[in-house]
């Protein structure tokens, strides 16, 4: 059946941009950091699964045990470097000058990835890059089944840590007034900057998925698009809500493809943003209204 | 026992402690009383961390809190109830108790801590699950003291008490802390505009003008002063 | 704040040079750069207006940009006079800020240059979409192409908007959008409608917007349709307006000068990296110029060690 065939990429899709989207959401969420370089960070990660795999044959899936933490380390330092010193600065100027700043690492990271890398689109093709299985029917790629799984796993786990443990709580507390949080005994500066390592290393995740499809210098800004745009649907605070949120733009842009046809998927998103930035501005799935 | 020394502090360009000194002693409550931009609030934010001194020095049983970044103050046993209260508004009653307790003993001992922190406020208790924001501003009050107590400190300061509070619910809170202090010998450090309250409180009170200090002695005594009653009750 | 004669004579002095100057001038670099000079001065204004001044930091220039160029360009290339078609981009400017701005006005804050952002970027993609490839000028167009012509119109562009803008910001108007970006509900208290401002500035500010994105496609003679869609037109006005100084009339002028002047210099000397270059320079001047040039000795005055206050002796007892 072909709808059927096209709900599935489409929550396939879905899963994938989510993925992409959980890092910002606990970095600009959580830190009000406007990480406009997220979805480059993600594409340096795609890169370096395209070579893990090219030169070491290993499974993009494998190598997130050293893309991840990379990743993470490398989040350290783009703090340390780039954005701890704007910590006490208000919500809103906080905003301005990260975005600046990000932006302007977007132009760095593309530039360099462009001379290094060149222009050209590469794409990790596994054993199984090709296989499907057949489910009643309906042809679900492997990759496909793996993406959704890692984006479960991965944003449902953080969901846990964030709710559960007493790190996720203070990362929480931290967010709603940082002043008082240190307060609390909270250590302020060293919990933001691990939670920074953290969601560059949750954009490692996703780039391991997108080798899987397509990496070139330019996709970085296209992903960051889509992550911000499930940061506003799912609102902010709220992390399973990018899951949600994923899949709903998944499913909205691949029946605009079903019923209008393929030119208007971009549209399908900017609908959606502008009736909930509109209706609901503090997200489908949020807990705060408004800033 | 807690002691500031000769300390200076800045708000950017502006000075506002001169050469302020004073000593906090164990289990008792002291009180600094002074009017609207003394300098009252700059001295707790020192204390507590937030601000560092340009020239002078403040201990705590002999270790420098100065030094000190203001997240480890906590750990040292002196705990603060900012001013406005300051409540995590997304996170409910137990949520904020929680918190409080975030460091070391405490966060092991924080569900019998937490009982008792109920039985001082049982309001509390009543608004467990609500969010704080929801709470009245007495309620809040009462939540910001019970979370800065669920570290279990030896010295509770607090950052204008009485700020937007109707005077029955500031009479009551005041009963509480006189409770806690006896009962539990927790020393209580209490900046405050309210000076009849505050000195009527306290054992030991302070005054501070334009960023010094002008005053100060046993707080009964105060009360009674000619100066004060002039200056801040409005008696001739 | 009124103006001193002085500065009445220099902007006099310096309006009379640009009207004189492509007399004096050969060539054609001299002129396109003060083009985009021009350009650039006009947008990066008009968003110091909505952003600077009335608080609302609009990420999405782009999308009125583009707007103003499409609806331009649409209408010159089918026959319509340019005096009556880059008007039109202004206009159509505004309406998409009528659609799409003061909807967004009701945002706080951060959600509202988010807002904004993703619009800019959804239309980019969209116009890729709907308008792929180039637009090229038609026979005529290219013979009677005159790019004196297109620096007076930019510079008519530019003294209107700046002239506005200036008006604007040292009326009762805009004190109202000063006081909406302190702080909005103390405006309120004093009977500020901080919508009504809010939406003021921004009218204003979209529609010069989309009065230079006209003046853009007028000047081009050839370019992808989606180009001034393209992100950069969103974050040039505001780098420009940080190095020059946020808020402030001249911050944006002296913003615009040093931009263009290192961008042609990086362009011409640094080759392949010149844009890595650009974006390590971008991270430095916000990382070092949160308050642009013009907030330099503020910043600099502040940088001088407390002894020097504290020497000059205690202050009068007051009791």
Redesign the interface.
């Known amino acids: 059946m072909e709808f059927a065939q096209f709900l599935t990429y489409g929550i396939i899709n879905g899963a994938i941009y989510a993925l992409v989207a959980i890092g910002l959401a606990l970095i600009m969420g959580i830190m009000g950091i406007f990480n406009l370089a997220q979805g480059s960070l993600a594409m340096l990660a795609a890169y370096a699964s395209f070579f893990l795999f090219q030169r070491w044959g290993l499974d993009p899936f494998l190598s997130l045990a050293l893309t991840m933490p990379a990743g993470f380390l490398c989040g350290l330092l783009l703090h340390k470097g780039l954005f701890e010193w704007m910590s006490g600065y208000a919500p809103g100027q906080k905003l301005r000058n990260s975005m600046l700043v990000a932006f302007g690492l977007v132009l760095v990271i593309e530039n360099i990835a462009t001379v290094l890398w060149t222009a050209n689109e590469r794409c990790v093709t596994t054993a199984y890059s090709g296989a499907v299985v057949s489910v009643e029917g309906l042809r679900v790629p492997y990759t496909g089944l793996a993406a959704v799984g890692l984006s479960m796993v991965v944003i449902f786990g953080l969901h846990f840590f964030l709710k559960r443990t007493l790190f996720g709580k203070s990362l929480w507390a931290i967010s709603q007034d940082h002043q008082t949080a240190n307060l609390m005994g909270i250590n302020v500066r060293r919990t933001t900057l691990i939670s920074f390592g953290l969601g560059v290393a949750l954009s490692a995740a996703a780039g391991a998925v997108i080798s899987l499809y397509t990496v070139s210098p330019a996709v970085g800004l296209d992903w960051t698009n889509k992550a911000l745009i499930l940061v506003v649907l799912a609102g902010v605070g709220s992390i399973k809500g990018i899951f949600y949120s994923g899949l709903l733009l998944g499913i909205v842009e691949v029946l605009s493809v079903y019923f209008v046809g393929v030119h208007y998927t971009g549209v399908a998103g900017l609908v959606i943003f502008i009736l909930v930035l509109m209706f609901r501005p503090q997200g489908l799935f949020g807990k705060r209204a408004g800033a | 026992m807690l002691e500031l020394s000769q300390l200076d502090i800045y708000h950017g360009d502006l000075q506002a402690l001169w050469n302020v000194s004073l000593t906090v002693r164990d289990r008792e409550i002291t009180t600094l009383i002074g009017s609207n931009g003394a300098g009252k609030s700059t001295a707790l934010m020192a204390i507590a961390g937030l601000l560092k001194p340009a020239k002078g020095t403040i201990s705590f049983n002999g270790v420098r809190l100065d030094k000190l970044p203001a997240h480890k103050i906590v750990d040292i046993g002196i705990s603060m109830v900012p001013e406005g209260r300051r409540v995590f508004p997304e996170m409910t009653v137990t949520g904020n108790l929680e918190i409080g307790a975030f460091v070391g003993q405490a966060r092991r001992e924080r569900q019998k801590t937490m009982e008792w922190v109920y039985e001082v406020f049982p309001k509390l208790r009543d608004r467990a699950r609500q969010q704080a924001s929801t709470l009245s501003g007495g309620e809040q009050q009462m939540l910001a003291i019970g979370r800065a107590l669920m570290s279990r400190p030896r010295l509770l300061l607090i950052d204008e008490l009485s700020l937007g509070l109707a005077p029955v619910v500031v009479e009551k809170i005041s009963e509480v802390l006189r409770e806690i202090n006896k009962a539990n010998g927790i020393g209580i450090f209490l900046v405050e505009q309210n000076v009849q309250m505050a000195l009527e409180l306290a054992d030991t009170g302070y005054i501070i003008e334009n960023g010094r200090i002008v005053g100060h002695g046993d707080a009964g005594t105060l009360l009674e002063s000619k100066e004060v009653k002039e200056a801040y009750l409005g008696i001739a | 704040m009124a103006i001193e004669s002085k500065w009445y004579a220099l902007t006099g002095a310096a309006l009379a040079v640009a009207v004189l100057l492509p007399l004096g001038m050969h060539g054609q670099y001299g002129l396109s750069i003060l083009c985009m000079l021009f350009l650039y001065i006009t947008l990066s204004q008009s968003w110091n207006i909505l952003g600077g001044y009335a ?1 609302q ?1 609009n ?1 999405g220039q782009a999308a009125f940009f583009g707007v103003g160029a499409l609806t331009t360009r649409l209408l010159w290339l089918h026959g319509t006079p340019f005096p009556l078609a880059i008007p039109a981009g202004g206009i159509a400017s505004v309406v998409l800020a009528v659609v ?1 701005g003061f ?2 006005l ?6 509202f ?3 904004t ?3 800019a ?3 980019h ?2 116009v ?3 308008f792929p490839g180039i637009s090229f000028l038609t026979g005529r167009h290219v013979a009677t192409y005159s790019l004196v012509l297109r620096y007076y119109v930019f510079l008519v562009i530019m003294v209107a908007a700046l002239t506005t803008i200036y008006l604007t910001v040292n009326s009762r108007i805009g004190l109202g959008v000063e006081a909406t970006r302190d702080d909005e509900d103390a405006a309120q208290t004093v009977g500020v409608n901080i919508v009504k401002y809010k939406i003021i500035a921004f009218a204003i500010s979209s529609f010069f917007v989309g009065l230079a994105g006209g003046g853009f496609a007028f000047f081009n003679a050839s370019y992808y349709w989606y180009l001034p869609f393209g ?1 950069m037109w969103c ?1 040039e006005p ?2 420009i307006v ?1 190095i020059g100084g946020v808020g402030t009339f001249v911050g944006p002028i002296v913003g615009s000068l040093c931009y263009v002047a290192l961008k042609e210099i990086f362009a011409f000397t640094l080759g ?2 010149n ?2 270059i ?6 430095l001047t ?2 070092f110029f ?1 308050r642009g040039i013009v907030g330099l000795p503020a910043a600099l005055h ?1 940088a001088w060690p ?1 002894r020097l ?2 020497e000059v002796g ?1 202050r009068a007892n ?2």
């Open positions: 608080g930091v990420v799409v909807p967004a009701r945002l706080r804050g951060h959600y240059a988010i807002g952002l993703a619009v970027w959804i239309a993609i969209t890729g979409n709907l992100l974050f505001i780098l940080f392949e990296i844009i890595l650009f974006g390590v320079v971008f991270i916000i990382l949160p502040h407390r206050h504290g205690e007051v009791r």
